[in-house]
């Protein structure tokens, strides 16, 4: 069936190290993929996406890789700060106007 | 520009009774979608709504149904509330055609005592 998964319930990192979140998809035929930021008491907020004709995508202090061989997307937070603290969910888009979302990891930034 | 507003924030409602919630997308935003959020099940996807139609639902029952006006604005119902429909429920606008990124409002918890 469809699903998105996480390796990883919780994450713990110190300030300033890289943070990696790591997400298995199971629909090969998906081609657009979304990382989602979760604060407490707000909705999910757009990170960073990317489309299946890529392997890596870059914005300001996070990176996407994406591997279709395995099925796996990773976010990768650079300089992990405070305010980095939150749940992140990927999310892929299989077609038919529905987004399926991970099960989310929460990540803890230690100061 | 204003972001996805959902009405109301919090609602208590008992077994057995009915609830409507509202969303308003961003201003030019014609797909709206709905999520439940639960601790156990994660975001689980209700229905989107793009030019008053319905395009796709989720595997929840009946008594979830939803409707989307001409101004793109989305009420969503729960008859025959069920303690396990107590939720955060998520509205998120897009674009066009739910293939873009999702802006999401900050949701309306909804408890079922």
């Known amino acids: 069936g469809e699903s998105v998964g996480l390796h990883l319930p919780t994450l713990s990192v110190q300030e300033g190290d890289n943070s990696i979140i790591n997400c298995a998809y199971s629909?090969?035929?998906?081609?657009?993929f979304i990382w989602y930021k979760q604060e407490s008491g707000k909705g999910p907020q757009f990170i960073i996406d990317?489309?299946?004709?890529?392997d890596k995508r870059q914005g300001q202090r996070v990176t996407v890789l994406l591997n279709k061989t395995v099925k796996h997307l990773s976010l990768q937070i650079a300089a992990t700060q405070p305010g980095d603290s939150a749940v992140y969910f990927c999310?892929?888009?299989?077609?038919?106007?529905?987004?399926?979302f991970g099960a989310g990891t929460r990540l803890f930034v230690k100061a | 520009k204003a972001g996805v507003t959902q009405t109301p924030r919090y609602l208590i409602k008992t077994r057995g009774q009915q609830v409507t919630l509202s969303c308003s997308p961003i201003?030019?935003?014609?797909?709206v979608s709905w999520y439940q959020q639960t601790p156990g099940q994660g975001l689980q996807f209700l229905f989107e709504?793009?030019?008053?139609?319905?395009?796709n639902k989720g595997n929840f029952p009946g008594r979830f149904s939803g409707r989307q006006f001409s101004n793109s604005r989305s009420e969503m119902n729960v008859s025959t509330l069920e303690l396990g429909d107590s939720a955060l429920y998520l509205c998120?606008?897009?674009?066009?055609?739910?293939?873009?990124?999702?802006?999401f409002g900050s949701g309306t918890q909804l408890s079922v005592l």
């Open positions: 998120a606008s897009s674009l066009n055609t739910g293939s873009e990124k999702l802006f």
């Open positions: 629909n090969s035929a998906s081609d657009y």
């Open positions: 990317i489309r299946s004709n890529m």
């Open positions: 999310a892929e888009y299989t077609g038919g106007f529905k987004t399926i």
């Open positions: 201003s030019g935003h014609r797909s």
């Open positions: 709504y793009f030019s008053e139609t319905q395009r």
